[in-house]
C-alpha cells in the first residue's frame, strides 16, 4: 500500500504537457511547443570547459553534503557582488536544482497543518511540495493589473498563529513581474515581529528586460537578511537546466543543519562534476553569455506582444523578467484545461493551462523558442481565438 502523502501529489502539469508535445512531434505532428520552461541556448563553453576538465582530472568521487569549498565560496563571491549579501560559506548548501532547495526547506519547517503564504499564480510545485510536508497551502490572488504581484495589505489579513512561511518568488513563473523595492519594503514591515520564514526563489534573477531593478529580499535590512531563505541555481541564468544545479543560503543554523542532515541522508552530495563546471557560471565568467540570451528573450518577449496585442478578445500583462507570458482567456473559454486541449488537438500548439498555476482561464506561453516558432505559433494560435467555439 503506498502512503497517503506520496497520493497527494499531482504530476507536473509543465513537464507533462512538454512531454506530450514531444511524443506528439516523435509521432510526425507538426507541434510548436511553448511549454518550456528552460532556455533553448546551449550551456556556455566555459561551463562544458570546467565540466571536461573535472572529469579528466578524476573529479568524480564523493564530496562533502553541503558541496565542495570551491563551490560554496563561488556562490558566496556571487551573493556579494550580485546581490550585496553577505553569507559564511558554512551557510551555503548546494542542492540538485532550485527544486531540491525548496524542497528541502520546506520538508524541514513545515508540520501537518502549519500554513504556507503562496501568491497566486504559483509555480506548479509550490503547494505539492506543502501538501506533500502535510502543510496547508494558503493562497492569496494577486491582482493582473498589478503584475499578479500581492500587495502588504494582503498578507497582512492572510496571517494566522498557524503561518510558517512565505513563498516569494520574483522574477516569478508564471508572470514574469518583479517586485519593487518599495514592495518588498512594504512586505518585510508586515513580517517584523513574526517568527515567518521568507522562501525568497530568484531564478531569474538575471533575465530582466527595461532595465527593471531586481532587488533580493534577504538584502533590504538585517531582519530580512536574518528570515530569508535565498534560494538561486544555474538553470534559467547559466542555461544548465539538465545539470541540476541549485543553491540556498541562509542564516538560520538550526534549519541549514536540518537539512544537511536531511540532504546527507538523501541525495548526499550533487553531482560532483556539475559542481566544478558551475564555478566559472558563478564567478561571471559566462555573464557575456548570459547578456546575449537575456536580449534574445527580450526581443522574443516584444515580437510576442506585438502580435498578441491584434488578438481580440484576450489580455495580458507585460513581463518585466523571466521568459513566460501569462494570457487572459476568460472572454473566450473560462475552462483553461479544455481551451489548451483543443490549441493542441486543433492548431498543434502546446501552452500551459493556468489552472496549474492556481489560476483558471489563463495559459501561460515561454518564448524560450526561435523567433520563427513564436511568429508562426502565435499565428495559429490566433486563427483559433478567431474559431474558437
Not at 53 to 64: L, N, P, V
Not at 294 to 304: L, S
Amino acid at each position: 500500500m503506498l502512503t497517503k502523502r506520496s497520493q497527494v501529489l499531482e504530476e507536473s502539469i509543465t513537464l507533462a504537457i512538454a512531454s506530450l508535445a514531444n511524443e506528439l512531434k516523435a509521432k510526425g505532428e507538426d507541434i510548436i511547443s511553448f511549454s518550456a520552461g528552460e532556455p533553448d541556448f546551449d550551456t556556455p563553453r566555459a561551463i562544458k570547459n570546467a565540466a571536461i576538465a573535472a572529469i579528466e582530472k578524476g573529479c568524480g568521487k564523493y564530496t562533502a553534503v553541503p558541496g565542495i569549498s570551491e563551490v560554496l565560496k563561488a556562490v558566496q563571491t556571487k551573493l556579494k557582488r550580485d546581490n550585496k549579501l553577505d553569507y559564511e560559506t558554512s551557510e551555503i548548501i548546494v542542492n540538485v536544482g532550485a527544486k531540491h532547495s525548496l524542497f528541502q526547506c520546506i520538508e524541514c519547517l513545515v508540520e501537518k497543518d502549519d500554513e504556507v503564504i503562496i501568491p497566486a499564480p504559483y509555480w506548479v510545485s509550490y503547494p505539492e511540495m506543502v501538501k506533500f510536508a502535510e502543510g496547508k497551502p494558503v493562497f492569496i490572488e494577486g491582482l493582473e493589473k498589478n503584475g499578479f504581484k500581492i500587495t502588504a495589505e494582503q498578507l497582512q489579513k492572510a496571517i494566522t498563529p498557524k503561518t510558517k512561511v512565505l513563498l516569494l518568488n520574483s522574477p516569478s513563473n508564471p508572470i514574469g513581474s518583479i517586485y519593487s523595492k518599495k514592495e518588498l519594503l512594504e512586505i518585510a514591515e508586515v513580517l517584523k515581529n513574526t517568527n515567518i520564514v521568507v522562501l525568497s526563489d530568484e531564478m531569474y534573477e538575471k533575465l530582466r528586460y527595461d532595465n527593471t531593478e531586481f532587488i533580493a529580499f534577504a538584502s533590504l535590512n538585517e531582519d530580512t537578511l536574518k528570515r530569508t531563505v535565498t534560494i538561486n541555481g544555474l538553470s534559467k541564468c547559466g542555461a544548465m537546466p539538465g545539470w541540476r544545479f541549485g543553491y540556498m543560503a541562509s542564516k538560520n543554523k538550526a534549519l541549514n543543519s536540518a537539512v544537511k542532515r536531511l540532504q546527507g541522508q538523501s541525495t548526499s552530495n550533487i553531482c560532483s562534476i556539475t559542481q566544478y563546471a558551475a564555478i566559472p557560471a558563478l564567478n561571471g565568467e559566462c555573464d557575456q553569455d548570459i547578456e546575449t540570451m537575456r536580449q534574445a528573450f527580450e526581443k522574443r518577449r516584444n515580437i510576442a506582444l506585438d502580435i498578441l496585442e491584434k488578438i481580440p478578445n484576450i489580455s495580458f500583462y507585460k513581463p518585466e523578467g523571466a521568459f513566460y507570458l501569462f494570457i487572459n482567456i476568460q472572454k473566450i473559454e473560462k475552462d483553461s484545461m479544455k481551451f489548451c486541449k483543443k490549441l493542441l488537438e486543433e492548431e498543434k500548439v502546446a501552452v500551459i493551462p493556468g489552472v496549474g498555476f492556481g489560476m483558471d482561464g489563463y495559459f501561460r506561453i515561454s518564448y524560450a523558442t526561435s523567433e520563427d516558432l513564436i511568429k508562426k505559433g502565435l499565428e495559429r494560435i490566433a486563427k483559433f481565438v478567431k474559431n474558437y467555439h
